[in-house]
């Protein structure tokens, strides 16, 4: 999987957890990620 075809990253924003999603051109997801908010900053 390659990330270089992200086009779109939504993120949900939660207290202490994220959802970090990436998008192709077409609206596929191509990555999807749950971080802490420590993960996020770095």
């Known amino acids: ?4 075809n ?3 990253i ?3 924003l939660g207290k ?3 959802h970090v ?3 192709d051109a077409t609206g596929a997801i191509i990555l999807r990620k749950k971080r802490s ?6």
């Open 37 to 42: 908010r420590n993960q996020l900053e770095q």
């Open 10 to 12: 939504g993120i949900d």
């Open 1 to 4: 999987m390659s990330h270089t």
């Open 6 to 8: 992200i086009v779109t």
């Open 21 to 23: 999603v990436g998008f």
């Open 16 to 18: 202490n957890t994220f």
